[in-house]
């Protein structure tokens, strides 16, 4: 993924300011930290370009909480037409 991310950089800031991404920089953290995720008792990173009530953002993605999240909602999706054999 690292190999991955710096190609597609000119092509998120190329497209970035028609879907209202004005800071790319601070996009990019923002995605990053989602993926990673934020613990409920983290503070606030300052350095993503959001404010603290976009936290919800991060129990969608990647939920520390109680790690139910899409990714593990899509996996379940994915293992139960798998096994019905959809």
Known sequence: MR????????TFRAGAC????????EDIAFVKALIRGLQPSAEW???IGRT???RFLFDI???K???IDVD???ASALDGTAFVGL
């Open 3 to 10: 190999r991955y991310i710096p190609s597609t950089l000119h």
């Open 18 to 25: 028609s879907y209202g991404l004005t800071e790319p920089a």
């Open 45 to 47: 990173p300052s350095n």
């Open 52 to 54: 603290s009530d976009k």
């Open 61 to 63: 993605v990647a939920n």
């Open 65 to 67: 909480r109680n790690g």
């Open 72 to 74: 593990k909602l899509g």
